[in-house]
RNA sequence: GGACCCGUGGUCUAGCCUGGUUUAUGACGCCGGCCUGUCAAGCCGGAGAUCGCCGGUUCAAAUCCGGUCGGGUCCGCCA
């Protein structure tokens, strides 16, 4: 009995044909005399009724049928009688009258049912297939088809080449810690999995691909996140003789697009472009989260004189001190602020300053410290009122930054300041080019090495080699140097970054410098690379989007897990196949492998 | 490498803090029976768990302690 129809598409003016209809089934009621079977397809459900009396045949077929059981039903498509249609059910108007079934396949009891109660991930991994038969997670998939359909659609409308590059590529030292595959043919020695397309999007733009996209696997052997899987998918842009502009213009326009055909969503552009230094001083984070405000506040000017020493020492060796409001938590008892300091502490802070704004008294730690005139200063620049609890953290900015910064987003979420169902995009841009490395004593590309410097700080960057200013100081030349380099948020998660190259070589040379690597043992690293670079590298420049957490965040799901298929687990283990597992001796001796037990 | 949370029939869950009258709770599912219009069908009955594992404390451990395994989250790491 092959299928004439999908579950989910019958409809009134459906009333009369003759159907067959397959699918799985969702559930059965047997009155004793008459039963009704959901029978459920990819499109949705529709109801099949079973009559002893009219077909004694298929009726008893019917009473067999189990849960998820694989069925054919064939009959024709009537209207349900008056009073019991199922709004519920988009098909609820009609239902199909099973003159014929038959049992593609039977099924065992499954685990745990579509509509359950969601199961504990372990289960739902090691039986993905039927975890992804529940709605919410088929509804993931189809997402996740759409927004990928919709991604190449775009490209391809704007005259991107869709090119595939290589799995099997060549270890370079730095950046994350790759998986390695062994080379049979060359006894020894191995490749490993990219941890990104980068370099091969480079070379495309050498020859001569202008504008690349690839939806592309990528690879890092790290310590996994809710946000992160040993293997994942980026989005992955590169374009020739473009600059930022052109580059940010076209990625909105694809995250418009994407929005717009998968959630029927209008995203306004352009996208709010900030700062990185106005990200972090705002919002204390490189991807703040803009849609609630509770916003930072510098107050080193009101205290810096207080008598107390902590504010002073932090003023005078070169930190800050910020402030922000949280409304109505004057009730915050000890434990509560406790547990905040607790947070605090895990971003460097040493303390949170406190100040409660009680109906009477003003409750805090530090009040004695403080004027009635200096506390006042700090209540009127953050907006507090009575009922509000004022929070102070005093360091260098980084650390303010990062700590201040955790606990805003700690306290918009107690405090449901997030609206729900908004879409906020915005670019963080001119970061700063390198990262001054404190354990090995020298900078580090905040990207990596070939993001070009920002066209006006070339000056600071070539200033960088004739100062008298110690490497580390922050009022080192290279310390000051921004970058080409953009990320691209989404409701406080980055979701994609990119940068312009460098294609010159003195300018590469200039960079190379400041991070202690001469040229010639960077060939050594990316010698293909520069080597290409010799025959004539456009000016070009590209962006990588994390496609599982655009989809996650677009589900409105915590995790990228419930947006892939066959996700692995934080151990990087797949409960489903049971992967990694050792294989056989014979396999690893032809790849000249030996292998060491774990010591214990 | 470090910190924290979780682990009770097939599934979800109560009990754990404050150890003992609980034969370890309830729901879904499963099995049997009844039932001709339900749709999370209903009603009656039944089976199903040595409380992840090991050890300790105690007269007594699902409950307290230590370890271990598994799952999850975070820091480090990672763009």
Redesign the pocket.
């Known amino acids: 009995m092959k299928r004439t129809h999908h579950c989910g598409e019958l409809q009134a003016e459906n009333i009369d044909e003759e159907v067959v209809v397959n699918g799985w089934v969702q ?8 039963i ?1 079977i ?1 029978l459920r397809d990819r499109s949705g459900i529709v ?1 099949c ?1 079973f ?3 009219i077909q004694p045949d298929a009726h008893t077929i019917a009473q067999e049928a ?2 998820e059981w694989v069925l054919a039903v064939r009959g024709p498509v009537r209207r ?2 008056e ?4 709004l ?2 988009d098909t ?1 108007l009609v ?1 199909v ?1 099973g003159q014929r079934i038959e049992v593609l396949n039977a099924a065992k ?5 579509v ?9 739902r ?1 090691r039986y993905r297939y039927l975890d992804l038969r529940r709605p919410r997670m088929a509804n993931n998939l189809k997402l996740r088809h759409e927004v990928t359909k919709s991604v190449r659609e775009f490209f391809y409308a704007e005259g991107f080449y869709e090119v595939e590059t290589p799995m099997l590529w060549k270890s370079t030292p ?4 790759e998986f390695v595959v062994p080379s049979r043919l060359v006894p020894e020695s191995f490749f490993v999995l990219p ?2 397309p980068q370099l091969c999007k480079q070379l495309l733009m050498v020859a001569g691909v202008e504008k690349y996209f690839q939806i592309a696997r990528c690879f ?1 052997d ?7 899987q040993p293997e994942f998918t980026q989005i992955d842009v590169e374009m020739s003789f473009v600059d930022q502009d052109d580059i940010l213009d076209t990625t909105e326009r694809m995250c418009a697009q994407i929005m717009k055909q998968s959630l029927g969503v209008d995203v306004p552009l352009p996208f709010p472009r900030y700062t990185y230094a106005e990200a972090r001083a705002r919002w204390g984070s490189d991807k703040p989260d803009t849609r609630f405000a509770m916003e930072l506040v510098d107050v080193s000017d009101i205290v810096q004189n207080s008598g107390f020493k902590v504010f002073q020492n932090a003023v005078a060796s070169g930190g800050q001190v910020k402030a922000l409001n949280a409304p109505g938590c004057a009730s915050y008892t000890r434990k509560d602020i406790d547990d905040l300091i607790g947070l605090s502490k ?2 460097g802070a040493k303390g949170i300053a406190s100040w409660a704004l009680g109906e009477s008294e003003i409750k805090s730690q530090v009040a004695k410290f403080l004027t009635k005139e200096q506390m006042q200063g700090i209540f009127e620049r953050v907006g507090a009122q009575t009922g509000d609890l004022v929070l102070a953290v005093a360091d260098t900015p980084e650390v303010v930054a990062e700590s201040l910064g955790r606990i805003r987003l700690e306290m918009g979420k107690r405090l449901e300041m997030i609206p729900d169902g908004a879409w906020d995009f915005h670019w963080v841009v001119d ?1 700063p080019l390198f ?1 001054w490395n404190d354990k090995e004593h020298r900078y580090d590309p ?3 090495p070939f993001c070009a410097p920002n066209p006006d700080d070339i000056q600071l960057l070539k200033d960088g080699y004739n100062t008298d200013t110690e490497p580390g100081h922050r009022d080192h030349p290279w310390g000051k140097v921004r970058a080409t ?1 953009y990320d691209l948020v989404l409701n406080g998660y980055e979701i994609g ?1 990119g940068s312009i190259r460098t294609h010159r070589r003195d300018l590469q040379e200039l960079v190379f410098g400041a991070i202690g690597l001469d040229f010639d043992h960077a060939k050594e690293r990316f010698g293909f690379l520069l080597e290409a670079f010799e025959y004539g590298a456009p000016p070009h420049g590209g962006i ?1 989007c994390g496609l599982d957490r655009i989809i996650a965040i677009m589900a409105r799901s ?2 990228i ?1 419930d947006v892939i298929a066959f996700p ?4 990087f ?1 797949c ?1 489903l196949s049971g992967a990694p597992t050792p294989v056989d001796r014979k396999a690893l001796d032809e790849l000249h492998i030996a292998t060491v037990p774990m010591a214990v």
Do not use: C, I, W, Y
């Not at 009891?109 to 049912?113: A, C, K, Q």
């Open positions: 559930s059965t009621r047997d009155h004793g005399g008459v009704f959901d109801q009724v009559n002893p009396e189990r849960n349900r009688p009073g019991t249609e199922n519920k059910l609820g239902e009258v009891t499954p685990p745990f049912g509509d359950d109660a969601e199961p504990e991930e372990l289960t991994l730095e950046g994350a810690r941890q990104s890092r790290e310590d996994s996140r809710a946000d992160r895990q971003f970061f990262g905040m990207h990596h380099l970054g990588a915590d995790s897990r692995k687990t934080a151990t283990t409960p």
